[in-house]
């Protein structure tokens, strides 16, 4: 027994809630024409999951959702709980259905529908827009050793507060944009820490132009038409040097080092011997797409990715995968659910 609609949107992050607003625009009614299915306790996608002294501000901003601005909110408080409650207020002015916590568990496909399995329900829809972001997904390389290590590794995304750092010796891995803040919050409260990243970083004077934007959205747009796994935004656009980066620079907490080769039980060690005590080890190593519960379409190419064109799967149309790759950002997500909606309602007409 499952229920029947057009569209399900899986997320209710920026990129599911865009998708949802375009679908409401488009004449598709609630719960007939379209669900959305989010697995968060509360509104707020990710940004809820977010530790406590990220805010919005010189670093972290967030693009307004289509057809209500985020306004003035109060920069002093978390991240988190500005983003969920904006989130929540754009999901009651546009009376969206969205039903949480609800997991998708699989995206199968039966007939001419797509059948999505969850912890509610069965929903068999028409088309599929699968907006599950990174953050379930953390990336923790592998290093000999790691499994003996007696301190405490820790990942960007269990990151609470660096005050459980005081006097401890913090090794920070990874070079984005978490891990130099992060980096230079816990350099206040550590006895010392250590910063290596595979690549040197490349930080850029001032903000972003909007052509350096456009080239790096390009590049990753590129690789996701190969079906290579994409490639974490930072990674294509380098870091932008803010004051706070510049301090910490003079300062020489900024002294990347190149990664160590293995982790020994009270550290870690480089190729040539050179031996770093350490306490704790955050890996600030950036996260993966989502997208477990699509194995059954058995999408992954041999290159490790899947093939899109634009937010459209090659190799299943009915399926759209918005704030992915090039759209991993909060202006890309809103665009990806815009024209996600538009393909969608044109495959719908030609049914
Ligand atoms: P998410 O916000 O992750 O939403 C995905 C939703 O899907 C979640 O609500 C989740 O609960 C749900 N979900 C996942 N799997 C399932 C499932 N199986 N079943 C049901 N529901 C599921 N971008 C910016 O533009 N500016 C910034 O300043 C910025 N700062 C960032 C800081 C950090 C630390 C990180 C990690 C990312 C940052 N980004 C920033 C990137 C930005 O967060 C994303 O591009 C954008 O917010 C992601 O929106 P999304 O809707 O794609 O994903």
């Known amino acids: 027994m499952h229920t029947t609609t057009d ?7 920026q990129a599911g809630l865009s998708a949802a607003y375009h679908l409401r ?7 007939t024409g379209f669900v959305v299915l989010d697995h968060g306790k ?18 972290h901003g967030i693009y307004d959702l289509p057809g209500l601005a985020l306004g003035h909110p109060d920069l002093g408080k978390p991240a988190s709980e500005v983003v969920s409650e904006y989130f929540g207020r754009f999901e009651r002015t546009f009376d969206l259905p969205v ?8 995206v199968s496909r039966e007939g001419d529908r797509l059948l999505v399995a969850s912890t509610l329900d069965e929903w068999s829809a028409r088309a599929v ?16 050793g790691q499994e003996t290590f007696r301190g405490r590794q820790l990942h960007t995304a269990e ?29 206040e409260v550590a006895s010392g820490t250590t910063w290596v990243t595979r690549r040197p970083p490349e930080f850029h004077e001032g903000d972003f132009t909007q052509e350096h934007g456009r080239e790096s959205v390009a590049k990753v747009d590129r690789r996701v038409r190969e079906g290579l796994p994409p490639e974490s935004v930072v990674s294509v656009t380098g870091l932008v040097l803010t004051p706070e980066l510049r301090k910490a620079r003079e300062q020489g907490i900024l002294d990347r080092k190149p990664m160590f080769e293995r982790i020994v039980p009270d550290g870690v060690v480089w190729a040539d011997g050179t031996k770093q005590r ?7 190593t950036g996260f993966r797409a989502a997208l477990d519960h699509l194995a059954p379409l058995h999408l ?3 290159g490790g990715g899947i093939r899109m064109d634009g937010t459209r799967v090659v190799d299943e149309p009915r399926l759209h995968l918005v704030g992915y790759g090039p759209s991993a950002s909060t202006v890309g997500a809103n665009r990806a659910g815009r024209s996600a909606v538009h393909e969608i309602r044109q495959l719908l007409e030609r049914q």
């Open 300 to 302: 992954r190419t041999h």
């Open 25 to 31: 625009r488009a004449g598709f009614r609630n719960e």
């Open 278 to 284: 350490a306490d704790v080890i955050l890996w600030a």
């Open 7 to 13: 569209v399900v949107v899986i997320g209710a992050g």
């Open 42 to 59: 509360r509104p707020g996608g990710a940004w809820q999951y977010r530790w406590p002294s990220l805010r919005l501000g010189k670093v």
């Open 159 to 187: 990151f609470q507060s660096a005050e459980e750092f005081r006097g401890k010796h913090v090794v920070v891995v990874g070079g984005g944009a978490s891990g130099t803040q992060l980096l230079v919050e816990i350099a």
């Open 129 to 144: 827009i699968s907006a599950t972001g990174t953050w379930d997904r953390p990336f923790w390389p592998r290093y000999p």
């Open 99 to 106: 039903h949480r916590p609800v997991e998708v568990q699989s």
